[in-house]
């Protein structure tokens, strides 16, 4: 649980809580059913990049804060990327769910959820050392978080689309 820092996913369940009103709110149908898996398929993403990030600063936290779980030892490497890669596919895992249980059935919340996972390790992994790359992927991931949250509701890719929602 020090690993993960599971205090810290009430923000990205809120994200997901924000996507699925939001979507309701402009769309009409599809009910709630789908809700649950959408917040346990946000929660295990985000604690996953939690334990990639502890993975991918290991070396840094072994100088500045020994006491953290891979220094210290209390979770060895081999754990570490075992949660972060279970929590991975429990994350897709629930999304599948909560597009098989959206009325109708969609493969656009595995779609969000796996691009959130890739945002999640190149955050993780590379954009950070990059120059304005942290914060940047840091929107992208938040960003695709909320879309996850709306990815259920009918046709919502089609109405965002309508609204122009994807012009640059």
Do not use: K
């Not at 690993?3 to 996507?19: E, K, Q, W």
């Not at 991918?56 to 100088?63: G, K, V």
């Not at 938040?142 to 109405?159: D, F, K, Q």
């Amino acid at each position: 649980l020090r690993l993960i820092r599971l205090p810290n996913v009430f923000t990205a369940l809120a994200d997901i809580c924000a996507g699925f009103l939001t979507a309701r709110a402009l769309v009409s149908g599809s009910g709630w059913a789908s809700l649950p898996f959408l917040l346990l398929a946000s929660a295990c993403l985000y604690l996953a990049g939690m334990a990639f990030n502890d993975i991918a600063d290991r070396h840094a936290d072994a100088q500045t804060r020994p006491s953290r779980p891979l220094p210290s030892g209390a979770v060895t490497l081999r754990g570490a990327v075992r949660c972060g890669l279970a929590l991975l596919l429990m994350g897709l895992l629930c999304a599948g769910l909560a597009g098989w249980t959206a009325t109708p059935a969609t493969p656009l919340p595995v779609l969000c959820a796996g691009l959130l996972a890739l945002a999640v390790l190149s955050y993780d992994f590379l954009a950070r050392d990059l120059p304005g790359g942290g914060p940047l992927m840091l929107g992208v991931c938040r960003s695709l978080n909320l879309l996850l949250g709306m990815s259920t509701a009918p046709r919502i890719a089609e109405h965002l689309l309508g609204m122009g929602a994807w012009r640059v």
